[in-house]
């Protein structure tokens, strides 16, 4: 059984930066105990990566505050996160969800798990539950919707509490599980 986790823009422009919350911060922990649960090479990470010319772009004008400038202290994932998991793959992703993440590991189960759905599952935690862990679930569910994925609730935090309640309806009328909610 490959069981992979995805850990969601844990970046400190979403912690404590530019569109921190106090939900983001009280996460940080459980986000450290849940990675500790994987093997080392079975984990994935994603990195919200924009551009200087940010503000210019189609997100830029319908959220105007810079964030995850690629190279900026925002841009990095936590250090504590990034230190409990030394062997992750990042995966860089100038939108919400990425395609190239859902292709990567579609190829994995293709590979390692011979296309068999018992020999795979994924599981989510990050940020924001209401957008990007919402938008990633969604792709990897469309990409092999036989394989089990779920999200950790409590590994999980929105833009609000409300729109973090409402993502992770959404992930279950979607056949996502979703855990510890």
């Not at 062997?87 to 590991?105: E, I, N, R």
């Amino acid at each position: 059984m490959k069981k992979i986790l995805v850990v969601v823009d844990m970046q400190n422009d979403f912690i404590d930066g530019a569109l921190g919350t106090k939900e983001a911060e009280a996460i940080v922990p459980a986000v450290i105990e849940k990675i500790k649960t994987y093997a080392p090479d079975c984990i994935y990470a994603t990195r919200d990566t924009h551009g200087e010319n940010y503000l210019q772009t189609q997100e830029g004008k319908n959220l105007p505050v810079p964030h995850c400038i690629k190279g900026t202290d925002g841009w990095e994932v936590r250090p504590e996160i990034a230190a409990a998991m030394p062997q992750a793959v990042y995966v860089d992703k100038p939108s919400f969800g990425s395609p190239a993440l859902a292709h990567m590991l579609s190829a994995l189960f293709m590979k390692e798990c011979e296309g068999d759905p018992e020999r795979m599952e994924i599981e989510l935690a990050g940020l924001c539950t209401d957008i990007c862990v919402v938008s990633n679930a969604l792709l990897l569910k469309a990409a092999m919707p036989e394989v089990k994925i779920s999200v950790d609730a409590a590994c999980c935090a929105g833009v609000t509490p409300q729109s973090h309640s409402a993502a992770l309806t959404t992930m279950q009328m979607c056949q996502i599980e979703v855990k510890n909610q």
